[in-house]
């Protein structure tokens, strides 16, 4: 476990970072740690963290996603059209919201991969595309989700069960020892394993750390260096789609922000750059930026406990992220031989 | 019929342009089984084009390729090397962040239930590596914390997992230490005993008659003549590769006299690369920098040039102390400081940018005024440059990345000479350069120092230092271990020297 | 050199045609609509310039720092501040005080991209998100009450000889721009850095020094895009750059300027700019709602860039 830390610097040091924030936050907190708190802050930092995902995947390959905050709101409107009716019908209507995250992802990837437009400008003007869609399906914010999935999947597990009468309404043996672990966590992290950890196991994944790393030698090694290409956007598109869904499902609305697509996009770069993925991609991983997105989070429930005025939050909040990024960068003064700092 | 006379690999009237130049033109060319073949030529001859098609990243605009007897045609680098033909670019194939085990399974890894077994990838690794000596290469390290040389081992090794039918190396020496290059030998060696080709290219002379048993020369892209190694003598060999005859290798060296130094050094240390270097330079002289590669030679010119933050140490230059602190500083300095740097696509050249900016890149001042551009002093400057190196060029606004790489190295030599140095540091400036153009650079070398002009000159092929230098500074772990001067500079002695031994037999 | 040229030129051209097409599209709308063709007559098309001016400076500066291979994401709130510290001080302190917002955010922005070596594109943002932290903290998140003074209002809607001032200053930067990116040491020392900047760097350019002032630069058009905006709306307010950081990076782009630095000219930018505007403009005209402004926004920047790359 220490050794594979220390191969893996980046997680190690955001993984301190959010631990401690973490505890100082609770042992602040006027009422303690409760399973009430871990699932309100598990609500409230579940869609930056899959968009943060959505956002790592393609940055690991040296591109970019701009669109990620607007194909999230995207698919959050989709949902919110579709997640309702009978339980094959919601069902249905999640997977319909998936496709269609990853299927603009695929188009993205299309987009950057044959028709070679620079990713910043392909996915800046395809997230204006998809903020459009969004308003077409959903011009004042409103739908109807499932009322009884937003409970569900919104609060601990021993809910989840009990909603659905499962597992003799969470009262089963084998469900006790997580009762009490919120639901959206299990989603996000079950969404890492079985989605992310697997696909950095194929070439595909390996593929896109190379195409990152040194895109010239993974072609000339004969890596599949398309296919990843194309599979980091879809990638991205899928995971900004669970992003979306799951806000649909928390608000129980789809609602066309530009606003907010544009602040979810930036905070998720943010993320990326806090968990020490390399902008200019091959380093870093997508828990390391589940966990950026988390410290993004913390800061902001310090606000609520500590009484701080709300007119001074986004200044505090800018100031943290200029001092992070700007405390990675001291690394930057100890590099002896002045030409390793540059392109 | 006779199975045993059918080529390997053969290639007919296969040619190939890239935007109406003729890189390659009807050749025939083929190889066999259990051979090794040379390939020589100038740079542009059409070498790289003519492997590059054959390990499937170029495809041929007309002509057939057969393999095995068969009529092939690769639609990418996975096609050749799932057929058996493995190629080890010059430009190394590895990926930096990914760790070697990785880079050394890369396309082919162990899987489990479909995923890359990372276990057996590294005992697959470790098996690789201990058949090339190198057991201390973790296979966990990342590719991006090694040597240049342990990166060239790592380059091998991968090639090996593919288990190739032909092998094909670029220039894959061209960075390993002497013991290295005895463990390839032997492999290639093994290799060939097991029935695999291989085609090598290399720019060194004694290498290619060392372990080819055929030659192949190639010219302006075409296929010259195929031979029997001993066929021909180095002279022949050369003529056909430059189609003309060369007589005088390096320019007459000028006779030993006593010069006034103009820079010296004492106890340079940086970063445990560097341990306490002292030399003194003349003016006029052109003093080599020996050794195998990596014993501090590069850094020391990097600090020299003002790049490197926390060196120690006392530098004087004309009398007055302390180094440069930054590139600027060193050429704007009262003794005005060129560096000719290592790599030239991306620390010498702004590949992208029209050849005269690239020319005027570091005499800006020259032609400005108030920082203004002065139009006719730039045009009068960049013809002067292009004149000055006989610059092949279409354009001066032509992208000096459609130049050859010779006339390419013209450029960063010509951008340097414009400040008029009083000191120039070279890096290994003719490393995969053609025969003519290195001439052309050692003349215009001895020219620089005969108007008094200092030379620092660090190369990594021995006979260029012995052809070259008045004098030379063997460099070992980061310290001066000999100095060599006039006719003590052998090829015997700093090769002696470098590995550190024979104290006796050099002097 | 035609050849060099004539790649280089063709987004210039590329970019006038569809401007020329918008404009066609435009007329034939509002001719079978209302029988009018007020796209073709010049008091119109003046105002449109004038109104293009905004996103014309700001995207001078986008450009500077993007033929570095850098981006300025801060430009939203670099204006906004500058207009809302120009008004709040007001009189004839006004600009300078807008200017030194300008030159304050551009030395801080070079210091984290050259002395830090953070990323631009993360040092900019966080940047942005400081400014607009300190603006709603200064002003309790509400439009301040100040004016514009009447220099503001004059520059950004006086007239000289019939044209508009903010035109004039526009075409007046515009000629400077060009002297500077063409034929002085700090353009050249630009596309060399954008272009491979440690060969810059080792051939002695003081890549540092050309960094700092191009983010300088770039901030320094947002501050005096933000005096403009203030003086035509006659007040600042918040949010009043949000929709300027797209839109200039697009022209920029949309001109032929490669966004990896190094290479690009500044009549394509000035073409991306007058673009934009129209396709505004006419979509303005033909009351578009915002859902398909969108996408036809984003299918024009990805069908331009997909004909760049023929």
């Not at chain 2, 192949?216 to 003529?239: D, L, M, P, T, Y």
């Not at chain 2, 002292?278 to 003016?283: A, D, Q, Y």
């Not at chain 2, 951008?415 to 890096?427: E, F, S």
Request: net charge positive; hydrophobic share 50%.
């Amino acid at each position: 476990m220490i050794l594979w830390l220390r191969r893996n610097p980046g997680l190690a040091g955001i993984l301190v970072l959010f631990a401690g924030l973490y505890l100082i936050y609770h042992m602040l907190h006027p009422r303690g740690f409760t399973s009430a708190v871990l699932i309100q802050n598990a609500n409230e930092s579940v869609a930056i963290a899959f968009v943060a995902m959505a956002q790592t995947v393609p940055v690991l390959a040296r591109g970019l996603d701009l669109s990620v905050g607007a194909v999230m709101t995207l698919t959050g409107c989709i949902a919110s059209v579709l997640v309702s009716g009978t339980p094959l019908e919601i069902l249905g209507g999640m997977a319909l919201t998936l496709i269609a995250g990853a299927a603009f992802g695929l188009i993205n990837g299309l987009i950057v991969v044959q028709g070679r437009i620079p990713p910043i400008m392909a996915t800046l003007a395809s997230g204006a595309i998809a903020i459009g869609l969004a308003l077409l399906i959903r011009p004042q914010p409103g739908g109807e989700v499932d009322g009884d999935l937003g409970w569900a999947l919104t609060n601990s597990v021993w809910d989840f069960c009990d909603t659905y009468g499962l597992a003799q309404g969470g009262a089963a043996w084998w469900v006790r020892p997580f009762a009490d672990l919120p639901v959206p966590l299990i989603l996000l992290f079950g969404t890492a394993c079985l989605v992310w950890l697997p696909f950095k196991r194929t070439l595909t994944g390996r593929t896109v750390y190379a195409v990152g790393s040194a895109e010239a030698a993974a072609l000339a090694s004969g890596l599949p260096v398309r296919r990843a290409q194309l599979s980091a956007y879809l990638l991205a598109g899928f995971f900004a789609g669970c992003a979306g869904l799951y806000l649909a499902i928390q608000t129980s609305t789809g609602n066309a922000d530009t606003v907010q697509a544009g602040a979810y996009t930036l905070n998720s770069i943010a993320a990326v750059v806090l968990g020490g993925t390399a902008l200019m991609g091959g380093r870093g991983g997508v828990i390391a930026s589940i966990l950026g997105a988390f410290v993004l989070r913390v800061i902001s429930f310090y606000f609520r406990i500590l009484d701080i005025d709300p007119l001074l939050q986004p200044l505090i909040e800018g100031l943290v992220l200029l001092l992070a990024v700007s405390a990675g960068a001291f690394a930057a003064f100890n590099v002896r031989n002045r030409l390793e700092l540059m392109r | 019929m006779q199975a045993k006379d059918q080529p390997l690999l053969e290639m007919r009237g296969v040619s190939k342009s890239y935007g109406g130049v003729r890189a390659l033109s009807e050749v025939n060319f083929s190889c066999h089984a259990g051979s090794t073949h040379g390939i020589l030529g100038e740079n542009g001859a059409g070498k790289s084009t003519l492997i590059k098609m054959i390990a499937g990243v170029l495809r041929p605009d007309a002509g057939e390729m057969f393999y095995r007897g068969q009529n092939v045609q690769f639609a990418s680098a996975a096609e050749a090397s799932a057929a058996g033909i493995v190629c080890m670019f010059q430009e190394l194939s590895l990926i930096p962040d990914l760790s070697v085990a990785d880079n050394i399974c890369l396309l082919r890894p162990p899987r489990r239930f479909g995923l890359i077994d990372a276990k057996a990838q590294r005992q697959r690794a470790e098996a690789l590596l201990a058949r090339l000596h190198c057991e201390d290469l973790d296979p966990r390290a990342l590719v991006r914390d090694l040597s240049l040389s342990r990166r060239q081992m790592v380059e091998i090794a991968k090639a090996l997992a593919q288990e190739p039918q032909l092998l094909i190396l670029d220039e894959a020496t061209s960075a390993l230490t002497r013991r290295d290059v005895e463990t390839v030998y032997g492999l290639l060696g093994e290799l060939r005993s097991q029935g695999v080709a291989s085609l090598f290219i290399s720019h060194r002379m004694a290498e290619v008659d060392a372990l080819c048993d055929r030659l192949s020369v190639f010219r302006n892209g075409q296929h010259v003549e195929s031979f029997a190694k001993g066929a021909k003598s180095e002279a022949e060999i050369v003529r056909l590769m430059i189609g003309r005859d060369v007589t005088a290798k390096f320019p007459p060296k000028a006779d030993p006299v006593p010069r006034p130094v103009v820079m010296t050094v004492q106890d340079l240390s940086w970063e445990g690369r560097l341990k306490g270097l002292s030399f003194g330079l003349g003016k006029g002289e052109i003093l080599g920098l020996g050794g195998l590669d990596g014993q501090g030679q590069k850094e020391l010119l990097l600090a020299l040039f003002g790049v490197l933050k926390a060196v120690r140490g006392r530098v004087e230059i004309n009398g007055i102390s302390g180094l440069p602190t930054s590139p600027y500083a060193a050429k704007t300095a009262t003794t005005r400081l060129a560096l000719v740097p290592e790599d030239r696509k991306s620390e010498g050249l702004m590949l992208a940018l029209p050849i005269a900016d690239n020319l005027v890149a570091a005499a800006m001042d020259r032609v400005a005024r108030g920082g203004i551009i002065d139009r006719a002093a730039l045009a009068a400057t960049i013809a002067e440059g292009i004149a000055r190196l006989q610059i092949k060029a279409g354009s001066p606004e032509d992208a000096v990345a459609t130049l050859s790489g010779g006339n390419q190295q013209k450029v960063v030599i010509a951008k340097w000479l414009m400040i008029g140095p009083d000191i120039i540091l070279l890096n290994d400036p003719t490393r995969g350069i053609d025969i003519g153009t290195k001439q052309e650079i050692y003349r215009m070398m001895r020219e620089l120092a005969d108007q008094g002009k200092s030379i620092l000159f660090y190369s990594s092929d021995y006979a260029e230092l012995s052809g070259c230098c008045d004098r030379v500074i063997v460099l070992y772990d980061g310290q001066v271990i000999r100095t060599l001067e006039g006719a003590a500079i052998t090829d015997e002695a700093l090769v002696s020297a470098a590995l550190n031994i024979g104290q006796g037999a050099a002097a | 050199m035609n050849r060099v040229l004539s790649t280089l030129d063709r987004p210039v051209w590329i970019a006038f045609a569809l401007t020329l097409a918008i404009l066609c599209i435009g007329t034939v709308y509002t001719l079978t609509t209302t029988g009018t063709a007020p796209l073709l007559q010049p008091g119109y098309l003046l105002q449109q310039l004038q109104i293009g001016a905004f996103l014309g400076l700001c995207a001078m500066g986008m450009m500077l720092v993007i033929l570095l291979g850098e981006i300025d994401l801060s430009l939203p709130w670099t204006l906004t501040a500058a207009a809302m510290v120009a008004t709040a001080i007001g009189g004839p302190l006004a600009i300078p005080a807008a200017l030194a917002v300008g030159l304050v955010v551009g030395l801080l922005n070079g210091f984290g991209v050259s002395v830090l070596r953070v990323p631009s594109m993360i040092f900019t943002l966080g940047m942005d998100t400081v400014l607009r932290g300190l603006m709603v903290a200064q002003t309790g998140g509400y439009a301040p009450q100040d004016q514009a003074t009447p220099i503001m209002l004059w520059l950004a809607k006086g007239r000289v000889l019939g044209l508009p001032v903010a035109l004039v200053l526009w075409v007046l930067l515009s000629i400077g721009m060009v002297f500077l990116l063409n034929r002085t040491v700090f353009g050249r020392a630009l596309y060399a850095i954008g272009s491979k900047e440690r060969a810059a760097y080792l051939s002695g350019i003081r890549t540092r020094r050309v960094v700092v002032a191009a983010f300088v630069l770039s901030s320094l058009c947002a501050a005096m895009a933000g005096v403009l905006l203030a003086g035509y709306s006659a007040k600042a307010y918040q949010g009043m750059g949000n929709a300027f950081l797209m839109p200039a990076i697009a022209a920029v782009v949309l001109g032929g300027t490669n966004i990896l630095g190094g290479q690009g000219r500044y009549s394509g930018t000035l073409a991306g700019v007058i673009l934009i505007v129209l396709l505004n403009s006419v979509l303005s005209i033909m009351q578009m709602p915002e859902a398909w402004r969108q996408i036809i926004y984003g299918l024009v920047i990805i069908g331009m860039l997909l004909i760049y790359r023929r």
